[in-house]
Structure formats: structure tokens, C-alpha cells
């Protein structure tokens, strides 16, 4: 059974930051490439960011480049999102999201995933 794991998220001040985990079981994390969405209230999910399986290349949206970064570490099944210079339209749940690495489908589709997990929720406060 594949489980994600999100872990980090909480209350935070405006320009603080936060360093979200996400852990995965049960499958081979890494031929999987991994991908961060967030969802704030009322409104739908959106991609933050993604990782490729081998960690050497990722995506990012304009808006959180320069402020967020993705990375991973195969040997512990874990991918990481630091948060940095947060401000409050960053606050919503934030998801991480698994795609086999074969399947040739944009990063910054939901559809694109193939398993999900529950979320984190970050705050941040004005």
C-alpha cells in the first residue's frame, strides 16, 4: 500500500519560514519524480513545485522561485519543500504527489500523479 506522508506545515509569520517532509512507502520512491501542489480555501489546487526521480532537475512557478526550494533524498524515501520569505497568499494545504518517472506528463498537472497524500496545513499569518 503507497502512503505519503506530509509532515512540517503549521502557523508561521509572514516572512518566516517553513520546511515541509513528505515521507513514502510502499513503492520504489525512486522511480517516482515528485511534485508539491497547495490548496487554499475556496479555490483549487495549484502546482507549486516538482522534483525529478534523480533529483537533478526541478520545476518551479514563478512565484516561488527564488523563495522555495525542492529536494530529495532517495535513500530515505523523503522529499523535502523549504519555505522561505512566506507570505500570506503562500497559506493553504499542502500536498505532495508522486508520478512514475516513465509517464511523460506535465509537472504541473494534478492528473499527471499517480498517488497523493493528505496534506499539511501552513498558515501565515499578515
Known amino acids: 500500500q503507497v502512503q505519503l506522508l506530509e509532515s512540517g506545515g503549521g502557523l508561521v509569520q509572514a516572512g518566516g519560514s517553513v520546511r515541509l517532509s513528505c515521507a513514502a512507502s510502499g513503492l520504489a520512491f525512486s522511480n517516482y519524480d515528485m511534485g508539491w501542489f497547495r490548496q487554499a480555501p475556496g479555490k483549487e489546487r495549484e502546482f507549486v513545485v516538482a522534483?525529478?526521480?534523480?533529483?537533478?532537475?526541478?520545476s518551479y512557478t514563478d512565484s516561488q522561485k527564488g523563495r522555495f526550494t525542492i529536494s530529495r533524498d532517495n535513500a530515505k524515501n523523503t522529499v523535502y519543500l523549504q519555505m522561505n520569505s512566506l507570505k500570506p497568499e503562500d497559506t493553504g494545504v499542502y500536498y505532495c504527489?508522486?508520478?512514475?518517472?516513465?509517464?511523460?506528463?506535465?509537472?504541473?498537472?494534478?492528473?499527471?500523479?499517480?498517488?497523493w497524500g493528505q496534506g499539511t496545513q501552513v498558515t501565515v499569518s499578515s
Open positions: 522534483i525529478r526521480w534523480s533529483g537533478d532537475s526541478t
Open positions: 504527489a508522486a508520478k512514475l518517472f516513465r509517464r511523460i506528463r506535465p509537472f504541473g498537472s494534478p492528473s499527471s500523479y499517480d498517488y
